[in-house]
């Protein structure tokens, strides 16, 4: 089962991840970080920025690799994941970009009528991922039908970086960083998949207000199934969800989860 640690809000969250991170690349100069876009990783970042620069760490050989992009932005657009991990990741930590990578990289260039080389982009960002030793520490958001990166419900849990559609609903959600113009929003994406984030060495889940309180408790207490993506967690040797008491209020077994972590012991980390 996965490490539930209950905080009273993002900050507390990040400062967990923060340290966790910043530890992390202390003992491995050239670590490999999972990377995700959305709100719930701003606080986790923020917090490791503000560690890099008072503990004046060296972050030149640390490596990233993000979860997804929109098919067919530009890499360019303000909107594609690759602008939004420069902005929100690797200027504030002051990551050397050209070992920042998203799974669009391999398309800049090509066409959306060139499926050949759409198709062949998720194995090579996998080979890629492989060829760097593995993620050490991917971050994860949840969305409120528990879908992690751009894997819907219904997605294989074995599956690898790959073409997705996008659903409706999640055009609508993002209609917001588009001017609310749906027509905007690309209906497709490539994702890593279930199978690839499994295959990270430490998973931490981040989860914050009442709208993802449902998703969390699938995701921790329910049974392990495709129509809740995040619920794959269950299955990671090691899985951290940190969540908020609002995100934690479906939980039963709360008391537990924050006993546990209470008693832990400090060298243990997370």
Not at 126 to 154: K, R
Request: overall charge negative; some cysteine; proline content about 5%.
């Amino acid at each position: 089962m996965a490490e539930v640690i209950i905080v009273k809000d993002e900050a507390e969250a990040g400062a967990i991840y923060g340290r966790c991170v910043a530890d992390l690349i202390k003992a491995k100069p050239d670590a490999v970080l999972g990377l995700a876009t959305g709100s719930s990783p701003l606080a986790a970042y923020r917090a490791l920025a503000g560690i890099v620069e008072a503990e004046s760490i060296d972050v030149s050989q640390v490596r990233g690799f993000a979860l997804d992009e929109y098919l067919g932005l530009p890499l360019t657009h303000p909107e594609s994941y690759h602008a939004t991990i420069h902005r929100t990741v690797v200027e504030p930590l002051g990551l050397d970009p050209a070992k920042v990578h998203v799974p669009g990289d391999i398309l800049e260039g090509a066409p959306l009528s060139d499926g050949e080389r759409i198709a062949g982009a998720g194995p090579a960002y996998d080979a890629a991922i492989e060829a760097a030793g593995g993620i050490d520490v991917q971050i994860l958001g949840i969305g409120t039908d528990g879908h992690v990166g751009f894997n819907e419900p219904g997605s294989s849990l074995a599956s690898g970086t790959r073409v997705k559609t996008l659903t409706e609903q999640t055009r609508i959600d993002n209609a917001r960083f588009f001017d609310d113009d749906l027509a905007q929003v690309p209906t497709h994406c490539i994702t890593q998949g279930i199978g690839t984030i499994l295959k990270a060495r430490h998973l931490v889940l981040l989860a914050f207000g009442a709208g993802k309180a449902e998703a969390v408790a699938e995701t921790v207490e329910g049974g392990v199934s495709a129509f809740c993506p995040a619920s794959a967690l269950q299955l990671h040797p090691h899985a951290t969800i940190i969540v908020d008491e609002a995100a934690a209020s479906r939980l039963r077994h709360k008391d537990y989860y924050r006993y546990s972590y209470e008693h832990k012991p400090a060298w243990q980390g997370i």
